[in-house]
Nanobody
């Protein structure tokens, strides 16, 4: 079982920055991929960025060049540095961890609100 604790959301003006953190704890086989997804009102949850244990990253086109994902494998923690924030980045941001190899699993955090004012 994996417990995820997210932090770092809040209210920021357009052009500002925020840094999200997500720490995984509990008893589990090693995580393969850690990442962030977001869900805006009336929209489906969508990928923001993911990072594998080996450092391979994947970003949504809308955040490429503005957001940076990083992780501390020893601490089972993933970060999302968000710069040049736009009002359209407003959403609930969810941390996700998964393991693709057996025994596989996937867990979601409780979500943290990010609001960008214009």
């Amino acid at each position: 079982q994996v417990q995820l604790v997210e932090s770092g959301g809040g209210l920021v003006q357009a052009g500002g920055s925020l840094r999200l953190s997500c720490a995984a704890s509990g008893s589990f086989f090693s995580i393969n991929t850690m990442g962030w997804y977001r869900q805006a009102p009336g929209k489906q949850r969508a990928l923001v960025a993911t990072m594998t244990t080996g450092g391979f990253t994947n970003y949504a086109d809308s955040v490429e060049g503005r957001f940076t994902i990083s992780r501390d494998n020893a601490k089972n923690t993933v970060y999302l540095q968000m710069n040049s924030l736009k009002p359209e980045d407003t959403a609930v941001y969810y941390c996700n961890v998964r393991r693709s190899t057996l025994p596989s699993y996937a867990y979601w955090g409780q979500g943290t609100q990010v609001t960008v004012s214009s």
